[in-house]
């Protein structure tokens, strides 16, 4: 005699709806919250870095009595007193040398830095001169294609290569203060903040104190022609004598106005251009950038940046690494830019400058 | 009341307790020896008033445009926060005897591919509007900007 099979105990559609809902619901719940986790990690990091770079600084300080330059002429150059020469011998750097180059050594990048100071071979086989060779040539001199992890903050979405144009290589995501200098920023001895062409800064130079005075700030790029993150306005008036007037460029984060694509800011850590190297106090941070080219070299307003929400990370003088919010002071934007004196940009300006006699309030 | 129109109620009342600034719409006109005047940048610089920011913007091809106040990360807002003025208008063009699009094909010509010339350096770019009308610390233009408006602002520069 035989039994009907037994009936098997399973799940009905409607169960295995409920089920996936749930887990549906869940998952909705975690994403965004591992999302925010990943964010602070990389927050953390850039923070990070740029304590390491505070303290690679204080380094070079005691070994050499003065601070790095953000643009200088390199040892053979300066022996024979001449300064920011351009000239087209592929084999020298337009006194164009980044002082990001001179920390390698204390970022334990001591190899890098050997073969950068003791000159190398471009494709294998042209002598080289000492501290290499102009932005132009990235593509065939190795050195200039290494990657510093200290250099690069994990927040910025991705290096800006272009790889449709030439690969600028050598990604980047800190710039040095140039304090509220805006007019010829990039070859100016007339530093105001910590930083500028052939500056050596002493700690005893910045008499606002380290802990009002900042060194460093975070940019971020994009790879996007139209962010206003690492990438900047071409050829604007008034950036001196009106800064605000470089606010017309963007609408909604977006340039309307022609920028120079061809150089991402956040590439080149060898290059001692402004645009490449440095940042003023004078516009709020996470505003866009704009330049006075000219082959690449040009002054102009070059803001701090970032992709944390709400403000971008700084190093004090002191060697403690702050966030500076969005809103911060920035006094009068469409003032001219100062000469000497206290800055007219407010705690932002103030905290730009290292001898400026301002007394910083809190931000 | 149904749940939805207490939610919206809720929503504008929660919009109109923001606290911040007032910002109105402003629009005009530029003309440069009678011609409307393209591509210039109009700064509305805050006159005295705290916490008041700059609003710009940059004049279309038939020299009209709508002013927007560029805060940072971002943001844009339509118009400008209600208060006093002082506007400039400037415009920079290639020096004379030089097109803007000769001058945009020597800056194409400097994208790194070639070692650099002296030869093919650019020149500095001059202003093409008077002092009177350029420079912040001269200009005699003054605009009030008022919550009822209309905002409507004409700049003829001799």
């Known amino acids: ?363 | 009341m149904t749940a939805l129109a207490r939610l919206s109620v809720l929503l504008t009342a929660a919009a109109g307790c923001g606290g911040g600034p007032e910002y109105a719409p402003v629009s005009g006109t530029v003309t440069l020896r009678k011609q409307p005047l393209a591509g210039a940048t109009v700064v509305f610089s805050p006159d005295g008033a705290a916490g008041a920011r700059p609003a710009t913007a940059v004049t279309g091809a038939d020299g009209t445009f709508k002013l927007q106040t560029n805060l940072p990360g971002g943001v844009t807002k339509d118009g400008a926060v209600v208060g006093a003025y002082k506007v400039t208008v400037s415009k920079f063009v290639p020096p004379k005897g030089m097109t803007e699009a000769e001058y945009a094909k020597k800056v194409a010509a400097q994208d790194g591919t070639k070692p650099h010339s002296p030869d093919s350096d650019l020149p500095p770019r001059v202003e093409a509007v008077p002092k009177e009308f350029s420079d912040l610390a001269v200009t005699s233009v003054t605009v009030t900007v008022t919550a009822a408006g209309p905002n409507e602002v004409r700049i003829d520069i001799p």
């Open chain 1, 1 to 363: 005699m035989s039994h009907p099979p037994p009936r098997r105990r399973a799940f009905t559609l409607i169960e295995l709806l409920v089920v996936v809902a749930i887990i549906a619901v869940l998952v909705g719940l975690l994403l965004p919250a591992v999302q925010k986790t990943r964010e602070a990690a990389a927050r953390a990091k850039c923070q990070n870095n740029l304590h390491q770079l505070g303290v690679a600084l204080h380094h070079y300080h005691d070994a050499n009595g003065f601070l790095v330059f953000s643009r200088g002429p390199t040892q053979p150059r300066q022996a024979s007193g001449a300064a920011h020469r351009r000239n087209s011998d592929p084999r020298g750097n337009e006194d164009t040398i980044s002082g990001l180059v001179y920390l390698l050594p204390y970022l334990e990048q001591g190899p890098l830095f050997d073969q950068i100071s003791g000159g190398t071979f471009m494709d294998g086989t042209v002598p080289i001169l000492p501290f290499g060779m102009p932005r132009d040539f990235a593509q065939q001199y190795p050195p200039w294609q290494a990657r510093v992890p200290l250099f690069e903050c994990p927040s910025s979405p991705r290096s800006p290569e272009y790889p449709d144009r030439r690969p600028y290589n050598g990604r980047r995501n800190y710039v040095l203060s140039f304090g509220d200098r805006i007019q010829n920023n990039h070859t100016s001895t007339a530093h105001r903040g910590a930083f500028g062409f052939n500056s050596r800064t002493r700690i005893t130079d910045i008499t606002d104190g380290t802990s009002n005075t900042v060194l460093m700030s975070e940019q971020g790029g994009n790879a996007d022609a139209a962010d206003f993150h690492g990438l900047a306005a071409n050829n604007r008036s008034g950036m001196n004598t009106n800064p605000s007037s470089c606010l017309a460029t963007v609408t909604s984060g977006r340039y309307t106005v022609p920028v120079m694509s061809a150089r991402p800011m956040t590439s080149l850590w060898h290059s001692g251009l402004a645009s490449h190297v440095g940042f003023n106090t004078v516009l709020p941070p996470n505003s866009p950038n704009c330049i006075n080219e000219n082959w690449g070299d040009g002054w102009g307003l070059m803001s701090a940046t970032s992709y944390h929400a709400g403000g971008v990370n700084v190093l004090l003088g002191d060697g403690s690494a702050r966030f500076v919010p969005n809103g911060i002071d920035v006094g009068n934007s469409s003032a001219p830019e100062p000469a000497t004196g206290p800055s007219p940009y407010g705690v932002w300006g103030a905290l730009g400058t290292r001898a400026g006699g301002e007394t910083v309030g809190s931000y």
